[in-house]
């Protein structure tokens, strides 16, 4: 009976855990085993909780050093206007990978060959995607474009259709007449200003945009119609590239973005569709006047513009042709990325030839040889003009348009320089302060376009060599290249060639830099064309 009670208090007590209790002989010999589980679970799992943390705790620790910012906003208070050169300066006490929280996002600066090497080589793919501002994902059809496209097979075949197809040198030789015709209204213009100030940047921007818009549908509207579409094109452009330069607090504080408060998203679509309607136009009216004709002339290579192509394109293999929207996204890469890079340049390489006459007359006297006084520049010579590439190099060098290049972000958590990156932080290589470093260059503030006389074939725009990047490098180097090495050569040669140029009143140029969506000049170059051509039928 007791026997019975123990029995039944036991199991009764026990219950469901009675294989715990003591008196079950089963149970007894069971629980060893058991008890050495739940021990060794018990210490597994603390080991891996513990190894967890440890790691995550590593991981921050290797988070590369940085300045540490307010709470919540970061680093934001103190950042100055010109970016590339307070980075430049900040490197000097952190080294030459540092971070820098702005607002929410986590920001890394590069500023030296061997960690740029790591990025744009030896991860390249890892790289090879953008973290775009809400303006710029506007623009570009939330990022349906080359330049904002993450890396994958859309982004492959669309560039690959503007570097391979689109520039191909046949394809460039093809359109050239378009972009003479530009260049001479240009020289043109100016000649009607002898002796009087002409604002340089504007100069080279009208022409460079001009050449643009009579690459995009030059052979496919009526002249008229092309006129004045034309100034609406101007316009349109300047506005949007003036708005993708404001910064936009929502960048920096994702749950601001759906509010707009500086009206930037606003703005931008307003923009946008500005141009899109220029654009809608003009298909419409390829449409209406026969595309399928034109579509023959592009199969036999007869292509007269950018629409041409692009309307009439099939890729080989697929028989695949691009939609209206890509089309109208790779048109505004070219807007955005090919006119304020190329024209800002044409400013800049004038404004230090200005400061250093001598530079001036040797290029002079290059296409006096090249050329002849008695002819227009014509690309054809461009090959001839050594030292006026060397001024290109060499301004490129001081005065990189895009000093921070297109901040890059990686697709997975990575490792640079022994520190972790992690996945989605906005990486900015500092070719500015690379450009400039001592280490690498002698006299590196000094404008002397002598040194790539001698090092020309090394120190080309192709990003091999990690110390001369002014166009990038790796699968997202510059996707204009071809196209803006052709306009930024053929624009300075002409300008150089046609005329002579006087600041006013003996004023000296002033170099000082405005950081913004290009490098600009901080104040505009002025100067005073005089004819000088002696055979003035060359100006009409
Ligand atoms: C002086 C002239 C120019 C300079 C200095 C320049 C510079 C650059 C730089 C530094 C980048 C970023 C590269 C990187 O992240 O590694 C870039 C990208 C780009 N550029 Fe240019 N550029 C110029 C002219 C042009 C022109 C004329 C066009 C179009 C016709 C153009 C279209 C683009 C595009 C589409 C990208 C994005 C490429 C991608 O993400 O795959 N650029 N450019």
């Not at 790289?127 to 506007?138: G, L």
């Not at 929502?250 to 408060?261: C, E, H, K, T, Y």
């Not at 895009?402 to 500092?430: D, E, Q």
Request: glycine share 6%.
């Amino acid at each position: 009976m007791a026997t019975n009670t123990d029995n039944m208090s036991s199991s009764t007590i026990c219950g469901p855990w009675s294989w715990f209790c003591k008196g079950d002989q089963d149970n007894e010999d069971m629980l060893l085993p058991i008890i050495l589980l739940a021990v060794s679970v018990t210490i597994l799992g603390t080991c891996l909780f513990q190894w967890g943390f440890k790691k995550q705790r590593e991981t921050a620790d290797k988070l590369p050093p940085g300045p540490r910012g307010l709470p919540i906003v970061g680093y934001l208070p103190f950042l100055g206007p010109n970016l590339h050169q307070m980075f430049m300066e900040l490197a000097l006490t952190y080294g030459p990978i540092y971070k820098l929280s702005i607002g929410r996002k986590l920001c890394v600066i590069i500023s030296s060959p061997a960690l740029v090497k790591e990025v744009v080589r030896d991860q390249d793919i890892t790289f090879a995607n953008r973290n775009p501002t809400i303006a710029a994902k506007t623009f570009s059809y939330g990022g349906k474009d080359i330049a904002f496209q993450p890396y994958g097979p859309e982004w492959r075949m669309l560039r690959k259709i503007f570097v391979r197809e689109m520039q191909s040198n046949a394809n460039l030789d093809a359109f050239y007449s378009l972009r003479r015709n530009k260049v001479k209204e240009s020289v043109n213009e100016t000649y009607r200003k002898i002796g009087k100030p002409v604002n340089i940047g504007e100069l080279a921007f009208s022409t460079v945009i001009n050449m643009i818009s009579g690459m995009f549908w030059g052979g496919t509207l009526e002249v008229d119609t092309e006129i004045d579409i034309g100034s609406e094109f101007r316009a349109a452009a300047s506005e949007l590239i003036e708005i993708l330069g404001k910064p936009n607090v929502s960048d920096f504080f994702p749950v601001l973005a759906r509010f707009d408060i500086q009206g930037i998203e606003r703005k931008m679509k307003k923009a946008t569709q500005r141009i899109e309607k220029i654009y809608d136009f003009v298909m419409d009216e390829w449409i209406e006047k026969g595309g399928a004709r034109v579509e023959s002339e592009a199969k036999n290579d007869q292509r007269k513009d950018f629409m041409h192509f692009l309307l009439g394109f099939k890729e080989q293999d697929s028989g695949r042709s691009i939609s209206r929207e890509q089309i109208k996204a790779l048109l505004m890469d070219i807007v955005v990325g090919g006119t304020d890079t190329t024209s800002t340049t044409v400013e800049w390489a004038m404004a230090e030839m200005m400061l250093h006459p001598e530079v001036m007359k040797n290029a002079q006297k290059e296409l006096t040889d090249a050329v002849g006084t008695d002819e227009i520049v014509e690309e054809r010579h461009i090959d001839k003009l050594q030292f006026l590439h060397a001024v290109v190099k060499e301004t490129l060098r001081l005065h990189p348009v895009a000093p921070l290049l297109l901040p890059r972000s990686p697709s997975n958590t990575c490792c640079v320089g022994g520190y972790t990156i992690p996945r989605n932080a906005k990486v900015f290589l500092n070719v500015w302060a690379i450009h400039r470093d001592p280490k690498f260059w002698d006299n590196p503030s000094e404008f002397q376009p002598e040194r790539f006389l001698s090092n020309v074939s090394r120190l080309d725009y192709l990003g091999n060599n990690m110390q001369y990047l002014p166009f990038g490098s790796g699968r997202r180097i510059c996707a204009g290249l071809p196209l803006g090495e052709r306009m930024l050569m053929y624009c300075l040669a002409t300008f150089l060639h046609m005329f002579k140029w006087e600041l006013p009143n003996g004023e000296r140029a002033d170099t000082s830099e405005k950081f913004g969506v290009v490098l600009e000049k901080s104040t505009p170059l002025i100067a005073i064309p005089t004819p000088r051509l002696s055979n003035l039928n060359l100006y009409a």
